[in-house]
Antibody, heavy 123, light 107 residues
């Protein structure tokens, strides 16, 4: 069974940093791209960042470029999101999601999701 | 960025009804369109990927169609567990973007 478990969320002041982690199990982690998707309270979904299986490709939404860094450790079956210079608008539930594969290629649909890590940005 | 627009934003229907939700992209995304179901307080779940492919374990009453800019998600006979919010998402190019959601409610 595919499982994704996020951790590291919490309350942080504007301008400070936080690091999210996602522990994966139930599948061959190194074969899949991984993503972070967030959802502000009562709002829709926003893709934040993605990383290919070998970390060769990394992408971000413009609003977090230069502040957030995605990384992964395939040996530890873990995905990370380092979030610096946090703003009020970054407050959201952050989901870790696996990138799906279609016809042998990463097709960037999100086929399994964790339960999310809540990030609250407030003074 | 590619804008995704869903309609309607909300929909009231009864158990057994056939319902259709539409998603329109601001430019062609060929077949790179996915649908998710989200229930209150839960993580989203993949329903359809690549416009028409049913994700593993999803009931066959769900179907998807479309290509280019216009896509639909159809539920052939609504069941009580289908009442939720549905989001479309394009995976054609980054940043991957979602529609605003369609809330499917019980009439």
């Amino acid at each position: 069974e595919v499982q994704l478990v996020e951790s590291g969320g919490g309350l942080v002041q504007p301008g400070r940093s936080l690091r999210l982690s996602c522990a994966a199990s139930g599948f061959t982690f190194e074969d899949y791209a991984m993503h972070w998707v967030r959802q502000a309270p009562g709002k829709g979904l926003e893709w934040v960042s993605g990383i290919s299986s070998n970390s060769g490709y990394i992408g971000y939404v413009d609003s977090v470029k230069g502040r957030f860094t995605i990384s992964r450790d395939n040996a530890k079956r873990s995905l990370y999101l380092q979030m610096n210079s946090l703003r009020a608008e970054d407050m959201a539930l952050y989901y870790c999601a696996r990138g799906g594969i279609y016809r042998g290629y990463d097709s960037s649909h999100f086929d399994y999701w964790g339960q999310g890590a809540l990030v609250t940005v407030s003074s | 960025d590619i804008q995704m627009t869903q309609s309607p934003s909300s929909l009231s229907a009864s158990v057994g009804d056939r319902v259709t939700i539409t998603c329109r992209a601001s430019q062609s995304i060929t077949g790179y369109l996915n649908w998710y179901q989200q229930k209150l307080g839960k993580a989203p779940k993949l329903v359809i990927y690549a416009a028409s492919r049913l994700h593993s374990g999803v009931p066959s009453r769900f179907s998807g169609s479309g290509s280019g800019t216009d896509f639909t998600l159809t539920i052939s006979s609504l069941q009580p567990e289908d009442f939720a919010t549905y989001f479309c998402q394009q995976s054609y190019s980054t940043p991957y973007t979602f529609g605003q959601g369609t809330k499917l409610e019980i009439k």
